[in-house]
């Protein structure tokens, strides 16, 4: 399965940074992963529901880590695409003066 289209959408909070949408092969989507900003970094959280204990379940994961390392750049690297065509309600990064 390869990843076919990502989407992006910046927020502006202190550590959720964006959701996303990953689209595998044209034909699967996977919606409300979230791109946090973590005490490590960015990293992306998968689409979860809160359980009646108050704990938060997976509800779509993969199911290793070569699988969770590339959706996790893949949608890190679009996001800081979104951030740099400063899109979104995200911060713009400051850019150099002429």
Do not use: W
């Amino acid at each position: 399965m390869e990843i076919t289209e990502v989407k992006v959408f910046p927020v502006n909070e202190e550590r959720l940074k964006a959701f996303a949408t990953i689209i595998f092969d044209g034909c699967f989507v996977i919606r409300d992963l979230r791109v946090i900003n973590g005490n490590n970094g960015l990293f992306v959280a998968m689409p979860s529901k809160k359980m009646k204990d108050g704990s938060y379940k997976d509800t779509a994961h993969p199911l290793n880590n070569e699988t969770r390392q590339k959706i996790e750049d893949t949608v890190i690297d679009a996001y800081k695409k979104e951030i740099e065509r400063g899109t979104g309600d995200g911060p713009v990064p400051e850019q150099a003066e002429a």
